[in-house]
């Protein structure tokens, strides 16, 4: 079976850090392309960021709002995925998901196992 | 890239079939076959439905089901129960990012 566990999650003022982590079991991690989606309070689902398995290039992509303040890195030793959050800002306020990816080739194509979530909240 | 267009909500009655929209643009749902489908309830993580469009899951009810025409993806439940009621958000795939809907709220009246 399949099982994400996030954690890290908690309050933190506006332009301060915080660093989430995603243990993963049931599935061969380091083959899987992992990513992050978010949920404000009351609202919809917004995709964060994503890092392909390092066969696939270890490589990472980030929605424009969170591009060159969060950073997605995974340790396949401790199946283990991250989110390193920085300059948060209030509008940073969701739940944290992470997510396994499908994929149809070199192309991610839905979100087929998600986590609990863990809460982040922006506020001075 | 901006959010694909659900109506907010809809509703329908035990037994009968609905269908949600999802309204996306050629750089979104028109450019790929890549749409999904999420359901999520009150205080619980979301659960894909559909992918590629028209594909289940395994496990998942074959009352569920998907299409698409142009830039505009639909989910369709047949034989509605109450259990059905929740949330639905669309996704698709918009290179390299991915893209959802606000959501719809599905009531089973």
């Known amino acids: 079976e399949v099982q994400l566990v996030e954690s890290g999650g908690g309050l933190v003022k506006p332009g301060g850090s915080l660093r989430l982590s995603c243990v993963a079991s049931?599935?061969?991690?380091?083959?899987?392309?992992m990513s992050w989606v978010r949920q404000a309070p009351g609202k919809g689902l917004e995709w964060v960021g994503r890092?392909?398995?390092?066969?696939?290039?270890?490589?990472?992509d980030y929605a424009a709002p969170v591009k060159g303040r969060f950073i997605i890195s995974r340790d396949d030793s401790r199946n283990t995925l991250y989110l390193q959050m920085n300059s948060l800002r209030t509008d940073d306020t969701a739940v944290y998901y992470c997510?396994?990816?499908?994929?149809?080739?070199?192309?991610?194509?839905?979100?087929?196992?998600w986590g609990q979530g863990t809460p982040v909240t922006v506020s001075s | 890239q901006s959010a694909l267009t659900q109506p907010a909500s809809v509703s329908g009655s035990p037994g009968q079939s609905i269908t949600i929209s999802c309204t996306g643009t050629?750089?979104?749902?028109?450019?790929?076959?890549?749409v999904s489908w999420y359901q999520q309830h009150p205080g619980k993580a979301p659960k894909l439905m559909i992918y590629?469009?028209?594909k289940r899951p395994s496990g998942v009810s074959n009352r569920f089901s998907g299409s698409k025409s142009g830039n505009m993806a639909s989910l369709t439940i047949s034989g509605l129960q109450t259990e059905d009621e929740a949330d639905y958000y669309c996704?698709?795939?918009?290179?390299?990012?991915?893209?959802f809907g606000g959501g719809t709220t599905l009531t089973v009246l």
């Open positions: 590629d469009v028209t």
């Open positions: 996704s698709s795939y918009a290179t390299p990012s991915h893209v």
């Open positions: 890092v392909k398995s390092d066969t696939d290039g270890g490589t990472t």
């Open positions: 050629s750089s979104d749902i028109g450019g790929y076959n890549y």
């Open positions: 997510t396994t990816d499908m994929k149809d080739r070199a192309v991610a194509t839905a979100f087929d196992h």
């Open positions: 049931g599935f061969i991690f380091d083959k899987a392309w």
